[in-house]
């Protein structure tokens, strides 16, 4: 634990201004156009501002202000100020579960409204305040919000430093075991499928309410020991495209052999009786592959276009010795490709396999030259322009000097283990003309075994889209890629203090060892990460976050989609 908390202390930064609506979450740019206050169209808290004219129509009309009166230009901002991207500082609606009803004002204006229009004070609290107004936050008052360099410079972009970017998190989850792996079965019922590296996997609704009895219970069958940086065990889970009519499911585990491990791909499906429980007797193992030594066994399944992708480590030991991720008559180092949907084998090879035509090579593999892939994800494209869609991304870790990123495709080498990162492993190496570069390299000094991420592609935190968020699972930092026209420039991540981290559950602390990246349902696409306070399957200590951007929230309107919670049709099953 004690890591943990140096971790952190090194990545609070310094105090920032901090937008916050009255909701104690982040501003937004409104859909809607505004007619009264126009100072908040572009960024601001407000959806309702024709409620707001609506107000100030009814003051006008049940006062004696008239058009030309002074009064009339504080009664409009007055009332708009519920709008301002500081709302929550201005109304005191911090910690508060009563916010004032009036906002604060500097002292200047503050003078001039009392001298001139405290008559008006009733009518625009909603309250029975009246009169004069008293001196109120000197840190946070208007007109300097929307004046002060300080409060408007970049307001509403990521908040950066020298050396990072300040986000937070909001825990989720915290109820399971040490996990690998979380994934939504992307059927319409937004349920949440974590995976835990000893064999069992939970099922959380869209609220993160946990189901019991579990959805599949596979520890039998999975192999791991009970000691502190074991990589095997059960390591991921896909959904068929098709799962919510056939509810086929796959998971991809360790288990024992009567002379050291495998790896195996199964297909599963769904209890008849119950869409919350598997159906464990319905087995379907899809591919067995020996494991040469104890580590290095990859460990991610995904699909796209209907073809399921694995992505497999090179067996183990230091240094590749049997040279199994340059050798394209295993499966050992490699990305597979394979079509489960076949009628008559197990599963058949997509036509468009890069080596289908090459009787040397084995048809399953798609790229090669990996090293140990730790996590790969499917860029799902931008939202509106949908750039970038279908690019598959792993974290592939090092061995002595460097953690890389890569974009797999068709046919790639990513060089190992000749190459490590951009250098040569050994003092010498072949750089094969089907080598495919890294698009990031980091060494040891920053981490020693990177976890692959998303590509961000969500509503929540519009100005993460199109990063890519990955971390190191030693050092416990989190990091993003974003695309240039030069190449990919990596940004460390940080995560805020006390006083920027505040409301709607948002922290800027968790535990080290980050596991794996969660993305949610197809419509939202937020982005998770998975945590433990100790690398051990044993060990009751998993943890769920979301990561949130404070600066700038997606419109309500637009990211408010409404969440439909399973049926459970097993009257045992009950939630936590």
Known sequence: MLNLLVLLSFLIPTCYPHPQCIDTQAPFTPEETF??????????????????????????????VNETNECVSFIQHILCQVCSPYAAHLYDAEGSSAPKTFPSLCPTYLNEFNQNCSHLTSLLTLDSQSGVISSQNSTYCYPDTLISDTRTTNLGNLTSDANCDVLCVQEVANNFYTSTSAKPSNDGTHRMFVVEQRGVIWIYLSNFTKVYPPFMDWRPSVFARPRTYDERGLLDIAFHPQFRENGRFYIYYTRRLRRGHGTTLSEFTVSTNDMNMANASSEKVILDIRQPAFNHNGGNILFHEGLLYLFTGDGGKAGDPWGNAQNKKVLLGKALRIDVDSTNTTYDIPHDNPYVSD?????????????????????????????????????????????????????????????????????????????????????????????????????????????????????GRLFYLREQSNGWIKRNICMGGNDYCVGNGL???????????VEDERDKGEVYFLTTNQPNKEVFGGRMYKIVDPSRRGSPTQCNQQVVNPVVFNENNTFE
């Open 359 to 475: 009787p040397n090579v084995r048809d399953e593999i798609f790229a090669y030259g990996l090293r140990n892939p730790w996590k790969c994800a499917l860029d799902r494209g931008d939202p509106t322009t949908g750039a970038g869609f279908g690019r598959i991304f792993c974290g592939d870790v090092g061995q002595d000097d460097f953690e890389e990123v890569d974009i797999v495709v068709s046919g790639g080498n990513y060089g190992w283990n000749q190459l490590e990162g951009h250098a040569c492993f050994r003092k010498s190496c072949i750089r094969y003309p089907d080598n495919v570069e890294p698009i990031h390299v980091y060494d040891h000094n920053v981490g020693r075994s990177i976890t692959g991420g998303y590509v961000y592609r969500g509503c929540d935190s519009p100005n993460l889209n199109g990063l890519y968020i990955f971390a190191d699972w030693f050092s």
């Open 35 to 64: 007619n009264l206050c126009l100072e908040y169209q572009n960024f601001g808290c407000c959806n309702d501002d024709a409620a707001i004219n609506a107000r100030f129509n009814e003051i006008m009309n049940s006062s004696s």
């Open 507 to 517: 922290t800027g602390s968790y535990f080290r060892y980050i596991s794996s990246f």
